[in-house]
């Protein structure tokens, strides 16, 4: 399985030891510096102030919209740098734990009719040929238990006929081959940067830095900026800290949703 750091062109090194690398990531279309900080503070825990500077110039960016360059950057801070261990919930597709329910699959797919992504319509589902696209959970159906004990119940709103985590809430239509690299946590979105689609390795698919459609955005069936967050959170968990997760094939038959 090869390693999500792989192909990164931005390392992360704390400016007390500037040999270690800490972490990083590939530097794709619309990443900005205020995105980079936003990303370092989930994967770093700071009990103050921080700020980041180029390596090799000694510079300090700024957090703002300018696109994040490739380089070495140095994390500044006066107080303590820990590294987040929040676990990360390997995600894998298993016959064995089942589908999504049928009923989660048609509420998903006769709310948007597209890639919610690419926005792609497909244009075959009058027939009932949805062949290409994918419903996909946002939070794996497989992790229940995580969902009960974290209580991401009350994030949902219009619960699903066979409990909450199966809302039509939690679940998009994807192009089947988008589907993929989003449960792999390869592509996200960022609903705190007006829904910024997010590609953590070089974007082959042309959606890295584009935003979900405005009338998706305002269907009140869509998924919640809570569930979104949460699958952004987990992207950046695995692919930035330290060398990234292992990489894995999310259709693997011996793993699961």
């Given at each position: 399985?090869?390693?999500?750091?792989?192909?990164?062109?931005?390392?992360?090194?704390?400016?007390?030891?500037?040999?270690?690398?800490?972490?990083?990531?590939?530097?794709?279309?619309?990443?900005?510096?205020?995105?980079?900080?936003?990303?370092?503070?989930?994967?770093?825990?700071?009990?103050?102030?921080?700020?980041?500077?180029?390596?090799?110039?000694?510079?300090?960016?700024?957090?703002?919209?300018?696109?994040?360059?490739?380089?070495?950057?140095?994390?500044?801070?006066?107080?303590?740098?820990?590294?987040?261990?929040?676990?990360?919930?390997?995600?894998?597709?298993?016959?064995?734990?089942?589908?999504?329910?049928?009923?989660?699959?048609?509420?998903?797919?006769?709310?948007?009719?597209?890639?919610?992504?690419?926005?792609?319509?497909?244009l075959n589902a009058e027939y009932g040929?949805?062949?290409?696209f994918t419903v996909t959970p946002i939070?794996?159906?497989?992790?229940?238990?995580h969902w009960a004990t974290h209580d991401?119940?009350?994030?949902?709103?219009?619960?699903?006929?066979?409990?909450?985590?199966?809302?039509?809430?939690?679940?998009?239509?994807?192009?089947?081959?988008?589907?993929?690299?989003?449960?792999?946590?390869?592509?996200?979105?960022?609903?705190?940067?007006?829904?910024?689609?997010?590609?953590?390795?070089?974007?082959?698919?042309?959606?890295?830095?584009?935003?979900?459609?405005?009338?998706?955005?305002?269907?009140?069936?869509?998924?919640?900026?809570?569930?979104?967050?949460?699958?952004?959170?987990?992207?950046?968990?695995?692919?930035?800290?330290?060398?990234?997760?292992?990489?894995?094939?999310?259709?693997?038959?011996?793993?699961?949703?």
């Amino acid at each position: 399985m090869p390693s999500r750091a792989l192909g990164r062109n931005v390392h992360i090194y704390s400016a007390r030891d500037t040999n270690t690398v800490l972490g990083g990531l590939v530097a794709t279309d619309g990443m900005t510096n205020a995105n980079f900080y936003s990303m370092v503070e989930i994967i770093f825990i700071f009990d103050s102030d921080y700020t980041l500077c180029r390596k090799k110039s000694g510079t300090t960016v700024p957090r703002d919209n300018d696109l994040l360059q490739a380089g070495k950057y140095l994390i500044n801070t006066a107080g303590s740098l820990k590294v987040n261990n929040e676990p990360w919930l390997v995600r894998t597709r298993s016959v064995v734990a089942g589908a999504p329910p049928k009923v989660f699959i048609q509420a998903v797919r006769e709310r948007d009719f597209r890639c919610v992504i690419t926005g792609q319509p497909a244009l075959n589902a009058e027939y009932g040929i949805w062949v290409g696209f994918t419903v996909t959970p946002i939070f794996p159906l497989a992790h229940k238990q995580h969902w009960a004990t974290h209580d991401y119940d009350s994030w949902i709103t219009i619960p699903g006929s066979r409990g909450s985590i199966h809302s039509v809430q939690n679940g998009m239509l994807l192009r089947t081959d988008i589907s993929i690299l989003f449960e792999a946590y390869i592509l996200s979105i960022n609903p705190d940067d007006g829904y910024k689609v997010v590609s953590f390795m070089r974007d082959a698919k042309g959606v890295a830095g584009t935003h979900l459609d405005k009338a998706f955005l305002e269907d009140p069936e869509r998924p919640t900026d809570e569930l979104l967050r949460w699958h952004f959170r987990q992207a950046v968990l695995a692919n930035m800290r330290g060398q990234g997760e292992l990489d894995f094939d999310s259709r693997s038959p011996s793993s699961k949703i």
